[in-house]
């Protein structure tokens, strides 16, 4: 849904360890949802999507999980490194428009 | 390949000044779309842009601010009469089609005192 708030959750993981980052989105209609990661100072970078007719999506390191019934995704990095700390935010697009709408981003911190 | 390119990447402006900020989309890339994030918040969509067309402004308040990507250079984003209130980071994206991907530039920083 809308990002609201001015206080970001955060999450801590030791290095290594596999963490996994959730989003609930608003809308049934949409249809499409990208994860993007965000450094300081930085614009968002890509990093998985998945279609609504999906309900898992690997990538190099990290999975994506769609889950319709209870309109939930989530982000899973496995074995973390110290560059994955970063913040982590959801987008999701409504059938037939050409916008993104963002969650409200999970603040990723790795520990060493 | 270059990635989408923004700048200024830091612009401050006095209250009641303008600012232009511009953006040149990934190479082939025809879609051109700008958000706005302030501290600790998501991105907000503000317009979408394809080449000399404003395909949805809904996200773009409804005075001082305009948008336009003509047919030769970049887009740009423009706000007049700035307030304190502009201050946030202005990200322009850009796709080659239709509910394809979407690229993120850096981002233009403006600060309004």
């Known amino acids: 849904g809308e990002s609201v708030g001015l206080h970001l959750p955060t999450l801590s993981v030791q290095e290594g360890d596999n963490s996994i980052i959730n989003c609930a989105y608003s809308n049934s209609a949409s249809d499409y949802f990208i994860w993007y990661k965000q450094e300081s100072g930085k614009g968002p970078q890509f990093i998985i999507d998945i279609r609504s007719n999906m309900d898992k999506r690997q990538g190099q390191r990290v999975t994506v999980l769609l889950n319709k019934t209870v309109k939930h995704l989530s982000l899973q990095i496995a074995a973390t490194q110290p560059g994955d700390s970063a913040v982590y935010f959801c987008?999701?697009?409504?059938?037939?428009?050409?916008?993104?709408?963002f969650g409200q981003g999970t603040r990723l911190t790795i520990n060493p | 390949n270059a990635g989408v390119m923004q700048n200024p990447r830091h612009l401050v402006r006095r209250r009641g000044q303008e600012a232009r900020l511009r953006c040149s989309p990934m190479k082939g890339h025809s879609h051109v779309y700008w958000y706005r994030q302030l501290p600790e918040e998501g991105l907000k969509f503000m317009v979408y842009?394809?080449?000399?067309?404003?395909?949805?402004e809904s996200g773009m308040p409804k005075e001082r601010f305009s948008a336009e990507f003509p047919k030769e250079g970049p887009s740009i984003l423009r706000i007049q009469q700035v307030v304190r209130g502009d201050s946030a980071a202005y990200f322009c994206?850009?796709?080659?089609?239709?509910?394809?991907?979407?690229?993120f530039g850096e981002g233009s920083w403006l600060t309004v005192v």
């Open positions: 994206a850009s796709s080659p089609w239709v509910l394809d991907t979407i690229y």
């Open positions: 842009l394809q080449k000399e067309n404003i395909i949805d």
């Open positions: 987008a999701e697009t409504v059938k037939g428009a050409q916008k993104l709408v």
